[in-house]
T-cell receptor, first 113, second 116 residues
Framework: DAKTTQPNSMESNEEEPVHLPCNHSTISGTDYIHWYRQLPSQGPEYVIHGLTSNVNNRMASLAIAEDRKSSTLILHRATLRDAAVYYCIQDTYSGAGSYQLTFGKGTKLSVIP | DARVTQTPRHKVTEMGQEVTMRCQPILGHNTVFWYRQTMMQGLELLAYFRNRAPLDDSGMPKDRFSAEMPDATLATLKIQPSEPRDSAVYFC??????????????FGNGTRLTVT
């Protein structure tokens, strides 16, 4: 079962910033938070991941709460191409070789022109 | 950009027929995953391989599904016999796992399977 909770859907105006929240209250010290997104008719696409501190890349920023029980994916200027389902995933390490990303339902982001 | 390639993109078959889906992972990736996506269940992990060896296939119906990696450039998912409830989009993904470091997963664009 997915260990994260996200809103089912969100809307944003084009060229506005978007903050997508995620709760992961059972996270432990070695668990990473990953974000993927899925555009229509495509496979999921990696967005960003982090452990403790905030992370930035060319696609987005990831803000992780101090207690690590929640995080926020930030798209700085939403474009129509950012309309997708965004998945927040808690990567729980259970030993050498383990790597299972369990996808929940995600947040469907709609971008309004 | 390196891509995960899946074939076929679409497959329509009749109940009881054998279906084989293929995946070419990204060169150098040591871990390959098979996921299935339906409207009702979302994305479900079926099985995954590390260095071509199966690590976990607990998500797969054992009686009709089988997954293999004949070589490092090919992963296959086979359903025999297929049933209408197997209709879904099947995704392959690959990544590089080394100790606690997990590279981002790269997904293919999936095989949309329809079983009538």
């Amino acid at each position: 079962d997915a260990k994260t909770t996200q809103p089912n859907s969100m809307e944003s105006n084009e060229e506005e910033p978007v903050h997508l929240p995620c709760n992961h209250s059972t996270i432990s010290g070695t668990d990473y938070i990953h974000w993927y997104r899925q555009l229509p008719s495509q496979g999921p696409e990696y967005v960003i991941h982090g452990l403790t501190s905030n992370v930035n890349n060319r696609m987005a920023s990831l803000a992780i709460a101090e207690d690590r029980k929640s995080s926020t994916l930030i798209l700085h200027r939403a474009t129509l191409r950012d309309a997708a389902v965004y998945y927040c995933i808690q990567d729980t390490y259970s030993g050498a070789g383990s790597y299972q990303l369990t996808f929940g339902k995600g947040t469907k982001l709609s971008v309004i022109p | 950009d390196a891509r995960v390639t899946q074939t076929p993109r679409h497959k329509v078959t009749e109940m009881g027929q054998e279906v084989t889906m293929r995946c070419q992972p990204i060169l150098g990736h040591n871990t390959v995953f098979w996921y299935r996506q339906t409207m009702m269940q979302g994305l479900e992990l079926l099985a995954y391989f590390r260095n071509r060896a199966p690590l976990d296939d607990s998500g797969m119906p054992k009686d009709r599904f089988s997954a293999e990696m004949p070589d490092a450039t090919l992963a296959t998912l086979k359903i025999q016999p297929s049933e209408p409830r197997d209709s879904a989009v099947y995704f392959c993904a690959s990544g590089l796992v080394s100790g606690r470091y997990n590279s981002p997963l790269h997904f293919g664009n999936g095989t949309r399977l329809t079983v009538t």
